[in-house]
Protein backbone atom coordinates (compact mmCIF):
# COMPACT_ATOMS: atom_id res chain seq x y z
CA UNK A 1 0.00 0.00 0.00
CA UNK A 2 1.38 3.56 -0.46
CA UNK A 3 3.25 4.87 2.12
CA UNK A 4 1.97 8.49 1.14
CA UNK A 5 -1.75 9.74 1.80
CA UNK A 6 -3.21 12.54 -0.74
CA UNK A 7 -6.89 13.67 -1.77
CA UNK A 8 -8.89 10.85 -4.39
CA UNK A 9 -10.28 13.57 -6.01
CA UNK A 10 -9.87 17.58 -6.79
CA UNK A 11 -12.01 20.00 -8.85
CA UNK A 12 -12.30 22.91 -10.18
CA UNK A 13 -13.67 25.50 -12.54
CA UNK A 14 -11.91 26.40 -15.84
CA UNK A 15 -9.47 28.79 -14.72
CA UNK A 16 -9.49 28.54 -11.24
CA UNK A 17 -6.99 26.99 -8.81
CA UNK A 18 -6.41 23.33 -7.16
CA UNK A 19 -3.90 22.52 -4.48
CA UNK A 20 -3.12 18.39 -3.89
CA UNK A 21 -1.88 17.48 -0.37
CA UNK A 22 0.47 14.98 -0.10
CA UNK A 23 1.21 13.49 3.60
CA UNK A 24 4.23 11.68 4.82
CA UNK A 25 6.28 11.11 8.27
CA UNK A 26 9.62 12.07 8.77
CA UNK A 27 11.06 9.21 7.29
CA UNK A 28 10.06 10.30 3.96
CA UNK A 29 8.91 13.87 3.20
CA UNK A 30 10.26 14.93 6.29
CA UNK A 31 14.13 14.28 5.06
CA UNK A 32 14.13 14.06 1.63
CA UNK A 33 13.04 16.04 -1.66
CA UNK A 34 9.29 15.63 -3.30
CA UNK A 35 8.20 15.27 -6.95
CA UNK A 36 5.32 15.73 -8.80
CA UNK A 37 4.03 13.41 -11.58
CA UNK A 38 1.10 13.68 -14.03
CA UNK A 39 -0.37 10.93 -15.60
CA UNK A 40 -2.87 11.35 -18.04
CA UNK A 41 -5.05 9.48 -19.12
CA UNK A 42 -3.30 6.41 -21.14
CA UNK A 43 0.29 7.37 -21.18
CA UNK A 44 3.08 6.82 -18.94
CA UNK A 45 3.30 9.45 -15.59
CA UNK A 46 5.75 12.63 -16.62
CA UNK A 47 8.02 14.84 -14.31
CA UNK A 48 6.31 17.90 -12.87
CA UNK A 49 7.77 18.97 -10.06
CA UNK A 50 11.55 17.94 -8.25
CA UNK A 51 13.69 19.09 -5.30
CA UNK A 52 10.05 20.27 -3.43
CA UNK A 53 9.21 23.37 -6.00
CA UNK A 54 11.45 23.20 -9.07
CA UNK A 55 10.11 22.57 -12.75
CA UNK A 56 11.72 20.50 -15.23
CA UNK A 57 12.29 22.73 -18.68
CA UNK A 58 9.48 23.07 -20.31
CA UNK A 59 6.87 22.31 -17.66
CA UNK A 60 4.42 25.96 -17.25
CA UNK A 61 4.52 28.12 -14.36
CA UNK A 62 1.08 27.53 -13.63
CA UNK A 63 2.52 24.54 -11.70
CA UNK A 64 3.88 24.85 -8.13
CA UNK A 65 5.46 23.09 -5.40
CA UNK A 66 5.89 23.48 -1.89
CA UNK A 67 6.84 21.39 1.49
CA UNK A 68 6.70 22.02 4.92
CA UNK A 69 7.44 19.41 7.68
CA UNK A 70 6.07 16.35 6.42
CA UNK A 71 3.84 17.40 4.10
CA UNK A 72 3.89 18.80 0.15
CA UNK A 73 1.75 20.72 -1.76
CA UNK A 74 1.05 20.93 -5.64
CA UNK A 75 -0.72 23.68 -6.64
CA UNK A 76 -2.03 24.22 -10.36
CA UNK A 77 -3.30 28.02 -11.33
CA UNK A 78 -5.17 29.01 -14.12
CA UNK A 79 -6.69 25.73 -14.16
CA UNK A 80 -7.35 24.46 -18.21
CA UNK A 81 -9.01 20.80 -19.42
CA UNK A 82 -5.70 19.30 -20.56
CA UNK A 83 -4.74 19.54 -16.48
CA UNK A 84 -7.21 16.62 -16.05
CA UNK A 85 -5.11 14.09 -14.98
CA UNK A 86 -3.77 11.89 -12.13
CA UNK A 87 -1.30 13.39 -10.14
CA UNK A 88 1.09 11.92 -7.81
CA UNK A 89 4.10 12.80 -5.43
CA UNK A 90 6.76 11.15 -4.26
CA UNK A 91 10.19 10.49 -2.63
CA UNK A 92 12.53 8.21 -0.83
CA UNK A 93 11.81 6.41 2.58
CA UNK A 94 15.00 6.88 4.40
CA UNK A 95 13.52 3.68 7.01
CA UNK A 96 12.15 2.16 4.10
CA UNK A 97 15.39 2.32 1.94
CA UNK A 98 12.90 2.46 -1.00
CA UNK A 99 11.02 4.89 -3.39
CA UNK A 100 7.36 5.65 -2.14
CA UNK A 101 4.77 7.26 -3.96
CA UNK A 102 1.68 9.11 -3.09
CA UNK A 103 -2.04 7.30 -3.60
CA UNK A 104 -2.90 9.28 -6.39
CA UNK A 105 -5.14 12.56 -7.20
CA UNK A 106 -7.57 12.60 -9.87
CA UNK A 107 -8.35 16.43 -10.87
CA UNK A 108 -11.65 17.11 -13.06
CA UNK A 109 -11.80 20.43 -14.68
CA UNK A 110 -15.56 21.00 -13.89
CA UNK B 1 15.58 12.88 -26.95
CA UNK B 2 15.99 10.60 -24.05
CA UNK B 3 14.14 6.87 -25.39
CA UNK B 4 12.98 3.87 -22.74
CA UNK B 5 11.78 1.15 -24.73
CA UNK B 6 10.43 -1.66 -23.10
CA UNK B 7 9.93 -5.16 -23.97
CA UNK B 8 9.43 -9.00 -22.37
CA UNK B 9 5.95 -7.97 -21.25
CA UNK B 10 2.99 -10.39 -22.23
CA UNK B 11 0.82 -13.68 -19.98
CA UNK B 12 2.78 -15.69 -17.51
CA UNK B 13 1.58 -18.57 -15.53
CA UNK B 14 1.48 -18.07 -11.75
CA UNK B 15 4.87 -19.28 -10.22
CA UNK B 16 6.69 -18.61 -13.73
CA UNK B 17 9.50 -16.29 -14.45
CA UNK B 18 9.89 -13.66 -16.74
CA UNK B 19 12.61 -11.36 -17.79
CA UNK B 20 12.15 -7.88 -18.73
CA UNK B 21 14.35 -5.03 -20.85
CA UNK B 22 14.66 -1.64 -21.10
CA UNK B 23 16.84 0.04 -23.99
CA UNK B 24 18.17 3.34 -22.92
CA UNK B 25 19.43 5.94 -25.59
CA UNK B 26 19.30 9.67 -25.86
CA UNK B 27 21.53 10.32 -22.67
CA UNK B 28 24.75 8.88 -20.69
CA UNK B 29 23.64 6.12 -19.79
CA UNK B 30 25.70 4.85 -16.96
CA UNK B 31 25.65 8.55 -15.37
CA UNK B 32 22.25 7.22 -13.81
CA UNK B 33 20.22 5.49 -12.10
CA UNK B 34 17.43 3.39 -13.17
CA UNK B 35 14.37 2.12 -11.84
CA UNK B 36 11.65 0.14 -12.55
CA UNK B 37 8.15 0.97 -11.41
CA UNK B 38 4.74 -0.63 -11.97
CA UNK B 39 0.63 0.30 -11.85
CA UNK B 40 -1.42 -2.20 -11.45
CA UNK B 41 -4.46 -1.84 -14.01
CA UNK B 42 -6.73 0.97 -13.01
CA UNK B 43 -4.23 1.83 -9.63
CA UNK B 44 -1.23 3.90 -8.56
CA UNK B 45 2.45 3.93 -8.60
CA UNK B 46 4.49 1.47 -6.93
CA UNK B 47 8.19 1.54 -6.91
CA UNK B 48 9.39 -1.57 -7.94
CA UNK B 49 13.43 -1.67 -7.73
CA UNK B 50 16.01 0.45 -8.69
CA UNK B 51 20.08 0.35 -9.56
CA UNK B 52 22.82 2.87 -8.90
CA UNK B 53 24.81 4.01 -11.89
CA UNK B 54 27.42 1.54 -10.98
CA UNK B 55 25.22 -1.40 -10.06
CA UNK B 56 26.96 -0.58 -6.37
CA UNK B 57 23.58 0.04 -4.99
CA UNK B 58 20.16 -2.21 -5.90
CA UNK B 59 17.03 -1.60 -3.73
CA UNK B 60 13.72 -3.36 -3.95
CA UNK B 61 10.18 -2.98 -2.65
CA UNK B 62 9.28 -5.67 0.13
CA UNK B 63 6.71 -6.54 -2.30
CA UNK B 64 9.01 -8.31 -4.49
CA UNK B 65 12.32 -8.58 -2.42
CA UNK B 66 13.70 -12.09 -2.82
CA UNK B 67 11.55 -13.10 -6.03
CA UNK B 68 13.14 -9.86 -8.70
CA UNK B 69 16.56 -9.37 -9.77
CA UNK B 70 17.60 -6.25 -11.13
CA UNK B 71 20.40 -5.69 -13.32
CA UNK B 72 22.07 -3.19 -16.21
CA UNK B 73 24.36 -3.31 -18.64
CA UNK B 74 26.69 -0.10 -19.18
CA UNK B 75 28.41 -1.31 -22.14
CA UNK B 76 24.42 -2.25 -24.08
CA UNK B 77 22.75 0.93 -22.56
CA UNK B 78 20.36 -1.69 -21.00
CA UNK B 79 18.27 -2.33 -17.82
CA UNK B 80 16.99 -5.65 -16.98
CA UNK B 81 14.52 -6.75 -13.96
CA UNK B 82 14.10 -10.94 -13.80
CA UNK B 83 10.70 -12.25 -11.95
CA UNK B 84 10.79 -15.31 -10.32
CA UNK B 85 7.68 -17.14 -8.59
CA UNK B 86 5.36 -14.25 -10.44
CA UNK B 87 2.16 -13.95 -8.68
CA UNK B 88 -1.25 -12.90 -9.95
CA UNK B 89 -0.71 -9.47 -7.84
CA UNK B 90 2.41 -9.17 -10.26
CA UNK B 91 0.24 -8.14 -12.97
CA UNK B 92 0.87 -4.65 -13.97
CA UNK B 93 2.27 -2.24 -16.76
CA UNK B 94 6.10 -1.60 -15.65
CA UNK B 95 7.43 0.92 -16.26
CA UNK B 96 11.28 1.52 -17.16
CA UNK B 97 12.50 4.92 -15.43
CA UNK B 98 15.39 7.20 -15.47
CA UNK B 99 16.53 9.03 -12.51
CA UNK B 100 17.61 12.78 -12.76
CA UNK B 101 20.70 12.76 -10.33
CA UNK B 102 24.09 12.14 -12.04
CA UNK B 103 26.63 9.74 -9.96
CA UNK B 104 24.51 10.01 -6.98
CA UNK B 105 26.46 8.91 -4.05
CA UNK B 106 24.51 8.27 -1.20
CA UNK B 107 22.92 5.28 -0.52
CA UNK B 108 19.40 7.07 -1.64
CA UNK B 109 18.51 5.52 -4.57
CA UNK B 110 15.28 7.57 -5.76
CA UNK B 111 15.63 11.28 -6.35
CA UNK B 112 13.71 12.89 -9.68
CA UNK B 113 12.41 10.19 -12.36
CA UNK B 114 12.39 12.46 -15.18
CA UNK B 115 11.85 9.80 -17.80
CA UNK B 116 9.64 7.37 -18.57
CA UNK B 117 9.44 4.44 -21.15
CA UNK B 118 5.39 3.67 -22.24
CA UNK B 119 5.68 0.06 -20.32
CA UNK B 120 5.19 -3.13 -20.82
CA UNK B 121 2.01 -4.95 -19.53
CA UNK B 122 2.49 -8.49 -17.81
CA UNK B 123 -0.03 -10.21 -16.67
CA UNK B 124 -0.08 -13.26 -14.48
CA UNK B 125 -2.65 -15.83 -15.12
CA UNK B 126 -3.51 -19.54 -15.41
Known amino acids: QSVLTQPPSVSAAPGQKVTISCSGT????????VSWYQQLPGTAPKLLIY???KRPSGIPDRYSGSKSGASATLTITGLQTGDEADYYC???????????FGTGTTVTVL | EVQLMESGGGLVQPGWSQRLACAAS????????MHWVRQAPGKGLEWVSG????????GYADSVKGRFTISRDNVKNSLFLQMNSLRPEDTAYYYC???????????????????WGQGTLVTVSS
Open chain 1, 26 to 33: SRNIGYNY
Open chain 1, 90 to 100: GTWDSSLAGGV
Open chain 1, 51 to 53: DNN
Open chain 2, 97 to 115: VKDAMVRGVTKRLVYSLDF
Open chain 2, 26 to 33: GFTFDDHA
Open chain 2, 51 to 58: ISWNSDNV
